[in-house]
């Protein structure tokens, strides 16, 4: 039987404690292929800025079109996206082609370390604890998952929408 949402998926992604920049980015790699071969139907990418996020690279942006199906959804949060926007062109052009699974808002008045720094799915969460040393904790427990959405949801409530597939203007 396929994985759910629900149920722990077998994938390989880690759980624990983690200490490094390239593992982060291996992490999320990992995370968004597993969400696209695991059938994840809602991601939630969480950070102040994702300048440091491996967002514009071909194959996150192909694991991403692999998962962009009928009934998923991502939400994006962070304090401001400019930096997503200087730092990861293919990957705004993904949101723009799929505009209409993604919805983003801007946390603009949190403090630099206040929006947390985090992918969360119903199968997996990651959150980077310490982003200065890149220390992150990965997990399947129900509580840190539900413990974090409701931290990530204060947030969500808090912001404004943000990062519009196209910008209009004369």
Do not use: Y
Request: net charge neutral; hydrophobic share 40%.
């Amino acid at each position: 039987m396929p994985p759910t949402d629900s149920t722990p998926s077998p994938s390989l992604l880690p759980e624990g404690r983690i200490v490094g920049r390239e593992d982060f980015g291996a992490i999320v790699r990992q995370a968004l292929q597993a969400a696209a071969s695991e059938g994840w139907q809602q991601l939630l990418l969480s950070d102040t800025d994702f300048a440091d996020w491996p967002l514009g690279e071909r194959a996150v942006v192909e694991a991403l079109n692999a998962w962009s199906r009928t009934g998923r959804t991502l939400q994006l949060l962070a304090r401001e996206f400019d930096t997503l926007r200087q730092r990861h062109p293919r990957f705004v052009g993904w949101r723009t082609t799929w505009s209409h699974i993604v919805e983003a808002r801007a946390c603009r008045g949190a403090s630099g370390e206040g929006v947390p720094s985090a992918i969360w799915t119903p199968a997996w969460t990651l959150e980077r604890i310490d982003p200065e040393r890149s220390v992150l904790v990965a997990s399947r427990s129900p509580e840190r998952k539900v413990a974090l959405r409701e931290r990530l949801d204060a947030f969500w409530l808090k912001g404004s929408p943000a990062f519009p597939a196209t910008v209009l203007g004369l």
